[in-house]
């Protein structure tokens, strides 16, 4: 007989959401932030560094020579700033898989945790190295800071071993829409702060503290009595039809997954092609449209803020709409 199905531990599934949505801001920060790199008295006085250098003038008509000292400033190009918002993808592309087998040999809790702490300490790093001087070395933590996005995988099959089929179906519009709600919070957020005289350093230092606040309420949850008493009691479901756990199903059930079969369909590569069309528009929208409202458009900082996350608002209520069938398909 098919065993009673757990509890859904909506907190729970919320507190993952907070934290995916954290770990997306942190990674979009930059994307926001940049347009303010060099703006003078706002936070930006590491944006450069300073080089002094000496040279003897040429003042032979005068029978004097004279030392005269030159003060160059090292600013970033706009490729080197492009660079820094083009590479988190690398990482996170580079951790799918080591994610998926911490996540097999340590547990979901450990491997959400680790993504979390490492998602605040790389953006509250990125100030301090987001100069020409130390480009490389910037370039490498915005590397590692993606390895973090690599968390979404464990998230959905920790989920998913609680959720029903017409279970999963919004709650994974609701997980899939980290990266609209971390627009929703970040960039308004983020265009006040740069206004203030705070500066554009506040932006990464306040959602980096954020963070680690969402790490410290998960591992708290995680680890109370009721959750470990949900946790016990959704085992059985687990083992019996094989979804994704720690630990468990991996011991328990084989799976054979068809993958020549897969790979001929020709709605498999059209879904492919669907996908990385929407996510490659989506990620063009998220990553340069505050550059272009701020830089091109000329719009004030607050406004470019809370327009460029009006996109975000009507993309999640679309796909909220879909999810309910509100939009019925022809």
């Given at each position: 007989?098919?065993?009673?199905?757990?509890?859904?531990?909506?907190?729970?599934?919320?507190?993952v959401?907070?934290?995916?949505?954290?770990?997306?801001?942190?990674g979009?920060?930059t994307?926001?932030?940049?347009?303010?790199?060099?703006e003078?008295?706002?936070?930006?006085d590491?944006?450069?560094?300073k080089?002094?250098?000496?040279?003897d003038?040429?003042?032979?008509?005068h029978?004097i020579g004279?030392n005269?000292?030159?003060?160059?400033r090292?600013?970033?190009?706009?490729?080197?700033?492009a660079?820094?918002i083009?590479?988190?993808?690398?990482g996170?592309?580079?951790?799918?898989?080591p994610?998926?087998?911490?996540?097999?040999?340590?547990?979901?809790?450990?491997?959400?945790?680790?993504?979390?702490?490492l998602?605040?300490?790389?953006?509250?790093?990125?100030?301090?190295?987001?100069?020409?001087?130390?480009?490389?070395?910037?370039i490498?933590?915005?590397?590692?800071?993606?390895?973090?996005f690599?968390?979404?995988?464990?998230?959905?099959?920790?989920?998913g071993?609680?959720l029903?089929?017409e279970?999963?179906?919004?709650t994974?519009?609701?997980?899939?829409?980290?990266?609209?709600f971390?627009?929703?919070?970040?960039?308004?957020?983020?265009?006040?702060?740069?206004?203030?005289?705070l500066?554009w350093?506040?932006?990464?230092?306040f959602?980096?503290?954020?963070?680690?606040?969402?790490?410290?309420?998960f591992?708290?949850?995680?680890?109370?009595?009721?959750?470990?008493?949900?946790l016990?009691?959704?085992?059985?479901?687990?083992?019996?039809?094989?979804?994704?756990?720690?630990?468990?199903?991996?011991s328990?059930?084989?799976?054979?997954?068809?993958?020549l079969?897969?790979?001929?369909?020709l709605?498999?590569?059209g879904?492919?092609?669907?996908?990385f069309g929407?996510?490659?528009?989506?990620?063009?929208?998220?990553?340069?449209?505050?550059?272009f409202l701020?830089?091109?458009?000329?719009?004030?900082?607050?406004?470019?803020?809370?327009?460029?996350?009006l996109?975000?608002?009507?993309?999640?209520?679309?796909s909220?709409?879909?999810?309910?069938?509100?939009?019925p398909?022809?």
């Amino acid at each position: 007989d098919k065993p009673p199905q757990p509890a859904i531990p909506y907190k729970f599934i919320f507190i993952v959401l907070v934290g995916m949505t954290s770990i997306s801001a942190n990674g979009l920060t930059t994307s926001f932030t940049i347009t303010q790199f060099h703006e003078y008295g706002n936070g930006s006085d590491t944006d450069f560094y300073k080089l002094y250098d000496y040279e003897d003038s040429d003042s032979s008509h005068h029978g004097i020579g004279r030392n005269i000292t030159l003060l160059r400033r090292n600013f970033l190009s706009n490729a080197e700033k492009a660079s820094l918002i083009m590479v988190v993808p690398i990482g996170a592309i580079l951790s799918f898989f080591p994610l998926a087998s911490c996540y097999k040999k340590f547990g979901f809790s450990r491997t959400f945790v680790f993504c979390l702490v490492l998602s605040s300490i790389t953006s509250a790093t990125l100030p301090l190295v987001s100069n020409a001087q130390l480009y490389s070395l910037a370039i490498i933590v915005r590397i590692i800071q993606g390895v973090s996005f690599g968390a979404f995988l464990p998230v959905i099959a920790k989920v998913g071993s609680y959720l029903s089929i017409e279970d999963f179906t919004m709650t994974t519009v609701l997980l899939f829409s980290y990266l609209q709600f971390s627009a929703l919070l970040l960039f308004p957020l983020a265009g006040i702060l740069c206004f203030t005289n705070l500066g554009w350093h506040a932006v990464h230092y306040f959602f980096a503290g954020w963070t680690l606040f969402v790490t410290f309420v998960f591992i708290v949850y995680h680890y109370s009595e009721g959750f470990q008493r949900t946790l016990r009691q959704g085992r059985l479901f687990e083992i019996f039809y094989g979804t994704m756990a720690e630990h468990c199903s991996s011991s328990i059930l084989t799976f054979h997954l068809p993958y020549l079969s897969i790979y001929q369909d020709l709605s498999f590569w059209g879904t492919m092609v669907g996908a990385f069309g929407y996510f490659t528009a989506m990620q063009m929208s998220l990553q340069y449209i505050p550059l272009f409202l701020n830089k091109v458009v000329s719009l004030s900082i607050i406004t470019t803020g809370f327009l460029s996350a009006l996109p975000r608002l009507l993309g999640f209520s679309i796909s909220v709409a879909a999810a309910l069938k509100v939009l019925p398909l022809p």
